[in-house]
């Protein structure tokens, strides 16, 4: 028999398992249940973006691209972000085509870390940052973020977590789960500290095209001095729903994007090639369907925070991506109890805040990636489950 | 089209509270702007979308062609208020192509409704031709899909 626990490196086995899995695992046997937990978005890829994928498969283009993916796409990429946030990429050296977002996270982190070094993670935040970072034998370090700040990072929170072992910053803004913006003022102050101590940033804009208000996403990239030391991670998952064509990229400085193309040239090839050619129609005639999109999102973030709210679940207002974040202290449970509860109870599946770190308990991320029909199906059944916890609170004293 | 119409005809179960916070506009103003819908007759109805395939004995639909003989002065008005007369018959639309008359017509049984062509239908006044067919399955009604594929939903991705 091979001892398998000795030959498994030793970061990964450090690297908790997610803590909800058992949580999700209950909900997997449940029937009836409804959820309102998946973070990705309930829209089919819009046609004539899956139209060109199919076109390219027709015309068998089905061989592996260039590393850095296709010279048209990169093109277009940089069109693109330059058009919506005024920052201009080199196509040919500044702009890497990857597999999502993620692939450009963890291609970030590791061209950028060294042993010991320490990477702020605001948080709650997206749960890959820490385990990537640990991967790449970083260190990392949780900044957090309060409902009282309107999640946002500020910069006072986050200059009590430098040290000088500080090298990468992750922003995560828009954010998931809580929802929260970050806008140009708000960057300026971090752009402040950023220069102050030296840093490298890492900014994940993702939900970049998913905010609300008549807030347009900020890029960090486009803050004053900012650009030469920020890799900008984005992708087409969130924006175009194309979830499982699996593609980002990353917009960098050439010395960092030829790092980071000699990883994953090393690691990876070249992303898929169907769903480049899908890409390219996505930006060139998509712009209507992110409308489209938003507007609906926007539509079901209004009911949600509101339903929430008049629950007496406090619920701040998202301004960006497609959660919702309500504080559940107020029925003196955790995050995980009221999870758990509201599962076993009404059937509808939240995911506990402290998924997403630490800081993230006494709240709960709802999705509202889903139906109207099924969003109010969902809150009608956690209103009833709030009102019988409070019977059953009266009960007992 | 309207906001809110677009919303109802999605769910017309949506209260004016709902959709006022969905179309960021007060109460009042959804309120009005419904009502007012109704008495114009835009709104003209609230129904439940029905998968006939799913209820016992829910009878036969049939679709049939009318070609009509129009009218000097009413055009093709004339036979199709004949044919909206009929109770079996649940729409009528004028066509344009080689055809003139769309029409939706239910029965307790496929014989049923060849039976009501046959003798109610073609014997109108000005029908010269009709060309039925029956319909098998619904997949999609009121843009709502009524069949259901196994539901990957809960493949999706579920922390993430
Ligand atoms: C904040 C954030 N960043 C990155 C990703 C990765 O997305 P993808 O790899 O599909 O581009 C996600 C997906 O949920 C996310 O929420």
């Not at chain 1, 509860?341 to 709240?363: H, I, M, R, T, Y």
């Not at chain 2, 609230?46 to 129009?70: C, T, W």
């Not at chain 2, 017509?105 to 067919?133: C, P, Q, W, Y």
Request: proline share 4%; charged share 25%; with cysteine.
């Amino acid at each position: 028999m091979i001892d398998y626990e000795s030959v498994i490196n030793h970061k990964i086995k450090n690297i908790k398992p997610s803590g909800i899995r058992k949580f999700f695992d209950i909900a997997s046997e449940m029937e009836n249940v409804i959820s309102l937990s998946i973070g990705e978005p309930d829209f089919n890829t819009p046609w004539h973006v899956r139209e060109a994928g199919i076109t390219s498969l027709q015309k068998g283009s089905t061989k592996y691209t260039s590393n850095r993916g296709l010279t048209v796409l990169r093109k277009e990429i940089c069109a693109y972000f330059e058009r919506k946030y005024h920052v201009e990429y080199h196509p040919e050296s500044e702009c890497l085509v990857t597999v999502g977002g993620s692939e450009a996270i963890d291609l970030a982190m590791r061209c950028l870390i060294s042993e010991g070094d320490e990477v702020l993670i605001p948080e709650p935040s997206f749960v890959c940052y820490n385990p990537l970072v640990q991967m790449a034998d970083g260190v990392p370090v949780a900044v957090e973020t309060t409902e009282e700040d309107n999640f946002k990072l500020t910069p006072e929170r986050l200059e009590k977590f430098i040290t000088p072992k500080s090298k990468v910053l992750v922003l995560p803004f828009p954010n998931n789960p809580t929802g929260a913006i970050m806008e140009k003022h708000d960057l300026e102050k971090i752009a402040e500290i950023v220069l102050k101590y030296n840093l490298f940033v890492i900014s994940d804009e993702i939900y970049a095209e998913l905010t609300y208000n008549n807030k347009h996403h900020i890029s960090f990239a486009s803050i004053e001095n900012m650009r030469e030391r920020t890799v900008v991670v984005s992708g087409f998952s969130k924006s175009y729903s194309m979830t499982g064509w699996r593609l980002g990229y990353t917009l960098a400085p050439k010395p960092l994007t030829d790092v980071m193309t000699k990883l994953h040239q090393y690691a990876i090839m070249s992303a898929p090639t169907t769903a480049q050619y899908a890409a390219i129609e996505a930006l060139r005639h998509g712009d209507n369907d992110i409308k489209k999109m938003r507007d609906e999102y926007d539509m079901r973030r209004r009911l949600v925070v509101k339903r929430f709210n008049a629950m007496g679940l406090n619920c701040f207002e998202p301004e960006g991506a497609f959660y919702a974040f309500p504080c559940i202290k107020s029925t003196g449970l955790s995050s995980e109890e009221f999870c758990t509860k509201l599962l076993k109870a009404k059937g509808v599946a939240v995911v506990p805040g402290n998924a997403f770190g630490d800081s993230g308990e006494g709240f709960v991320r709802v999705s509202y990636s889903f139906s109207i029909k099924h969003i109010t199906e969902a809150l009608k059944r956690i209103e009833e489950f709030l009102k019988e916890l409070n019977e059953e609170k009266q009960h007992e004293t | 089209m309207d906001k809110i119409l677009s919303l109802l005809r999605e769910n017309s179960q949506l209260s004016y509270s709902e959709i006022a916070t969905m179309i960021n506009e007060p109460e009042d103003y959804v309120e009005k702007q419904i009502k007012q819908y109704e008495k114009d007759g835009v709104i003209r109805g609230y129904r439940a979308v029905i998968d006939y395939d799913k209820v016992k004995n829910s009878g036969a639909r049939a679709f049939i062609e009318l070609k009509v003989q129009p009218k000097k002065d009413t055009g093709f008005d004339e036979v199709a208020k004949q044919v909206m007369s009929f109770d079996e018959v649940e729409t009528v639309y004028l066509m344009a192509g080689s055809f003139d008359l769309l029409v939706r017509v239910k029965g307790e049984s496929v014989t049923d409704i060849a039976m009501f062509v046959a003798k109610r239908l073609s014997t109108l006044d000005g029908v010269l031709a009709t060309n039925t067919h029956f319909q098998l399955r619904t997949y999609k009604d009121s843009g709502m899909v009524l069949f259901d594929e196994e539901n990957d939903e809960d493949q999706r991705s579920i922390i993430l």
